[in-house]
């Protein structure tokens, strides 16, 4: 296995700073739309980097689910990252869209979107989806693969009898961005890489050497 003499060439497109649009909100939604209509394989997925308790960075998968005026996710609040973003509410999200040779970075604080926007997106959920969130100990150790089946058994034994409510400990953060880089994959590692940074009143748009 040779990984060092993996290539690929990028030359689907170009990407100048006169093209893209003032704010990176409005810039990324149409990229986005792009990315939905090229039917990029999990278009809305990101990495999602904390910083650790330990301040060690960590980095995992998860879905974005909105854009107004930042990038809306959800999770278990107890879960790992959950208790990194309240402890150190700043973190960092990385698109790719290997489909289009694009990727789009993005840095931000985060915080706590609101009781009723979290009720609103988990009874959108599949009622499966639900139970689930109610089911795991997320980022929790657990003995085996069978704690989590008999978990799951109380669950639905418990909301077979009452109506589900969203647990008091899942629901979503919203990172408000200040830094987002737009990067377009070019031949000869020469790519193009557009970058708004949030000033007192409006973004500065730059361009970046690859």
Do not use: C
Not at 2 to 24: F, G
Not at 38 to 56: H, I, R, Y
Request: hydrophobic share 35%; glycine share 6%; proline share 5%.
């Amino acid at each position: 296995m040779n990984i060092a003499s993996i290539r690929k060439e990028y030359s689907l497109r170009s990407l100048e700073i006169e093209d893209v649009l003032n704010d990176p909100l409005s810039q990324f939604r149409n990229w986005m739309k792009e990315a939905m209509k090229s039917e990029v394989l999990e278009v809305n997925a990101m990495t999602l980097s904390t910083l650790s308790l330990d301040g060690f960075p960590n980095a995992r998968i998860v879905l974005l689910k909105e854009v107004d005026h930042g990038f809306v996710f959800f999770t278990n609040y107890e879960s790992e990252k959950g208790q990194e973003l309240s402890k150190n509410p700043f973190a960092a999200l990385t698109f790719f869209w290997a489909e289009l040779e694009r990727q789009v970075r993005v840095t931000g604080k985060v915080e706590r979107i609101s009781g009723k926007e979290s009720d609103d997106y988990f009874f959108s959920r599949p009622v499966g989806s639900q139970i689930g969130a109610w089911t795991s100990p997320q980022s929790q150790k657990i003995g085996s693969r069978e704690v989590l089946d008999q978990r799951l058994k109380e669950t639905e034994t418990r909301f077979a009898s009452e109506q589900i409510s969203r647990p008091p400990f899942w629901g979503g953060f919203r990172l408000i961005p200040n830094k987002v880089e737009f990067w377009q994959g070019r031949p000869s590692r020469l790519h193009d890489r557009i970058l708004y940074e949030a000033k007192e009143t409006d973004w500065q748009i730059s361009r970046l050497a690859p």
